[in-house]
């Protein structure tokens, strides 16, 4: 005779019951490794959207000495136009970069007052469409004839070039980091949420451990004695995984919002649809740690 699922919750509901201490804590162990690993995919979320927003500010200015050749200027900017790697060149005149610098010294007048005609050199300014590119780039450039006859230091074109080499590697480093810390800190809870609810049903076995022999002794089968606690896992989990949402949404609907008005110059790029997305993962996450662990368990303690 088929046992449909109606069954397995309602043994698992009174399972739960009886060891209602155990699955608490089972629940309480959940909830707080699944807000764990939902705050660190908003903070991993947030430091990838500031650390790419930061990237894509990456440019490589070619400075060029007043009396190059228009000719030679025009045609290292097609040259750059036409490779892959670049996203656009503008060209920012003397009278432009003097315009520039104005804006941005507007705090200090005196520096403004002080300067005599227009020291700045012309430059072509290189978007890239791949940051990571900044050196291939740099390197095409440094082989272009163009490039030497135009930079203003003819007698060291290399510092005609402002890319923030040492900026750019240790940003690049850093995001590496940041996304290697990330992953192994979220299989870490992982493994942790596992562990618990594999200790958690084990004490539901080992209490249950006289009722289990009768059962086999009536010749119940091992699926039929085991999907109880399978269930049991699962909903341990899911409640756990949905009181991490509850605190996930929270912050993203009245923390974060404090926190974007008080630092307006940083933008920390996370959506609702993101957290609902979060939301699914920690539901379809909380459901595979419980069932895995409920079955590890069983496998380990449960000798059928």
């Known amino acids: 005779m088929p046992i449909n699922a109606g069954y397995f919750l309602k043994e698992a509901g009174t399972s739960f019951k009886r060891n209602w201490v155990m699955s608490i804590g089972g629940i309480v162990t959940i909830f707080l490794s699944l807000l764990l690993i939902g705050v660190s995919l908003l903070i991993g979320t947030a430091a990838n959207s500031l650390i790419t927003g930061t990237e894509n500010k990456v440019t490589i200015d070619i400075f060029i000495k007043d009396d190059a050749n228009q000719a030679d200027v025009e045609g290292l900017q097609r040259n750059l136009e036409t490779n892959s790697m670049v996203k656009r060149v ?3 005149s003397k009278s432009q970069a003097l315009e520039t610098f104005k ?14 005609g227009n020291p700045l050199p012309a430059s072509l300014k290189i978007e890239l469409n791949n940051t990571h590119d900044v050196d ?14 135009i930079c203003d230091r003819p007698d060291n074109p290399e510092s005609s070039l402002r890319y923030g080499q040492d900026i750019v590697q240790r940003l690049f480093n850093f995001t ?13 809870l992982a493994v942790v949420s596992l562990i618990f609810i594999n200790n958690t049903i084990r004490m539901a076995i080992y209490a249950r451990r006289n009722e289990l022999s009768i059962m086999r002794l009536v ?5 039929f004695i085991r999907m109880p606690f399978i269930f049991e896992g699962m909903i341990q989990a899911i409640i756990g995984a949905l009181l991490a949402i509850g605190i996930i949404m929270a912050i993203q609907f009245l923390a974060l919002p404090r926190i974007q008005s008080t630092l307006r110059f940083m933008s920390f790029g996370i959506s609702n ?32």
């Open 176 to 188: 590496r980091v940041i996304r290697v810390v990330g992953i192994v800190f979220i299989v870490m």
């Open 90 to 92: 503008d060209y920012i």
């Open 136 to 149: 291939k780039v740099v390197a095409t450039i440094k082989a272009s004839p163009e490039f030497k006859k």
């Open 219 to 223: 010749g119940a089968s091992n699926w």
């Open 273 to 304: 649809s993101f957290i609902w997305l979060i939301s699914l993962i920690l539901i379809a996450g909380g459901v595979i740690i419980g069932g895995l662990g409920s079955w590890l368990a069983m496998r380990r303690y449960l000798k059928i």
């Open 103 to 116: 804006q941005q010294m507007q705090k200090s007048p005196d520096v403004i007052n002080n300067l005599e």
